[in-house]
């Protein structure tokens, strides 16, 4: 197997008390050898199986097990320099307990702390006895790894260390070391997750930004309703992020769960209707529109005033189209107005992307493909490919929806600026 070239890289290597913790010995070494930049993370189990000596010696850094280390009083934001210097954060061997604790948050120790303040992808790599690997709660907690948007390397069958042979086995460092290789060619070139203050050089103070988030939930009776799986973090994350730089903003958010963000207009609606209703009053004063909304595309016709009982039979229901907001903005655009929209495409994903840029009048259409692991509605991770009315495009690697707020506003205010696409 050829050595890949991770020159430049920052990786985290969390290990947990696993037996197969030894093995990460040898995935230091295979990612120091192919140029990437260490460093160890290490629960206090994990030491029971390989000291903090031997992956300190071979990553050539200090390894860290406590969120407050003794004798370093004051220094307790470690975790936060750390999830901000990775590119990308592997938990190699993760046990049930540690998997456990990264799906619901956990935040006791150096690991799991580090793990909430990354701003970079995770991969974690399971490696417990057959029988718990199949346990219902361990599948439903790496599942809900997958959703938060982390990648989950699957157990390998084989022998495992209680003399059962089954699904268990943590990956070889080789194919730990290949995924990683894999998980930065499908991105450009090193990411910079190390930026301390995203747009300082692109602040946003006096302009009017106007974002759409949620879905939108069209009634069929007074308890039913037709809507999707968006959960709006993406739009909500641009809102937060133009806010931040300054700028007056209006999020007009279809229902969704999250907390209203301060310092903002805020406008709830429910239909598409409402929700055309609230954009077009507010469309001319926006500098800047961000359509994250998925708005429904079909409303039932005939929305019944009171409980509709099931009758024998099937049912037939009649939908009408809703207004399209985002193109009804782009036919009135101010030519000063930069207008940015979202693409949500299964497939032929740029064609699609480029018609709708072209429909509907923007400058930029953000696509994603939400059967991609880790992009789409439900995790708190995108993955998307820039598209600009000049015909430039830009993939972007799989990054926290809050990083990718901030990624998008720089590449598009700065665009703006330099005169380009528009
Ligand atoms: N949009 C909108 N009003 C609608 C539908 C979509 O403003 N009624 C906006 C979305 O917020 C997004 C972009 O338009 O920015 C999505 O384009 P669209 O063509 O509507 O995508 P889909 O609804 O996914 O369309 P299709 O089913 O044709 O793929």
Not at 25 to 47: H, I, N
Not at 177 to 182: I, K, L, T, Y
Not at 318 to 334: A, E, F, N, Q
Not at 388 to 405: F, S, V
Request: charged share 25%.
């Amino acid at each position: 197997m050829s050595t890949p070239d991770l020159s430049g890289r920052h990786l985290l290597l969390g290990v947990t008390g696993s037996i197969a913790a030894y093995k990460a010995a040898s995935l230091v070494r295979l990612f120091t050898t192919a140029g990437a930049e260490v460093r160890v993370l290490m629960t206090e189990s994990a030491s029971e199986f390989v000291t903090p000596l031997t992956l300190g010696t071979l990553s050539g850094g200090e390894v860290l097990t406590d969120v407050f280390p003794e004798n370093e009083e004051g220094n307790w934001t470690k975790h936060v320099t750390l999830g901000a210097w990775a590119d990308l954060f592997v938990v190699a061997p993760a046990t049930a307990q540690t998997v456990a604790k990264l799906a619901h948050g956990f935040c006791d120790s150096m690991l799991t702390a580090t793990a909430l303040s990354a701003r970079c992808p995770l991969l974690v790599c399971p490696a417990m006895d057959r029988e718990m690997y199949r346990h219902p709660t361990v599948r439903d907690n790496l599942e809900r790894l997958s959703e938060i948007g982390y990648e989950v390397m699957p157990a390998e069958r084989g022998e495992l260390a209680s003399g059962l042979v089954g699904q268990g086995r943590m990956p070889e460092p080789e194919a730990i070391r290949s995924r990683v290789a894999e998980q930065f060619s499908e991105s450009s070139s090193p990411t910079q997750h190390s930026d301390p203050s995203p747009g300082e050089d692109t602040p946003l103070s006096g302009a009017a930004v106007l974002v759409t988030a949620g879905p939108t939930r069209e009634p069929l009776d007074p308890v039913r309703v037709f809507t999707n799986r968006s959960t709006g973090t993406m739009g909500y994350a641009i809102a937060e992020a133009a806010a931040a730089r300054g700028a007056a903003v209006t999020l007009v958010s279809g229902p969704t769960a999250l907390d209203a963000p301060a310092e903002m207009e805020m406008v709830q609606v429910g239909t598409a209707a409402e929700m055309n209703e609230a954009v077009q009053a507010r469309r001319d004063d926006a500098d800047y529109v961000f359509a994250a909304a998925a708005v429904a595309d079909y409303t039932p016709t005939d929305p019944s005033a009171s409980k509709r009982k099931k009758e024998d039979g099937d049912l037939v229901l009649h939908l009408r189209r809703t207004p399209d907001i985002l193109k009804m903005v782009g036919d009135h655009r101010r030519p000063d107005q930069v207008l940015v929209g979202f693409a949500l495409e299964t497939e032929d994903g740029l064609d699609n992307a480029r018609r709708k840029l072209e429909d509907k009048h923007l400058d930029w259409i953000v696509l994603n493909n939400p059967t991609e692991t880790g992009a789409g509605f439900g995790p708190a991770t995108n993955r998307v490919t820039l598209l600009a009315r000049d015909g430039a495009m830009e993939e972007l690697p799989l990054m926290q929806k809050t990083e990718l707020a901030n990624t998008l506003l720089d590449r598009v205010i700065r665009a703006s600026r330099s005169g380009s696409p528009a």
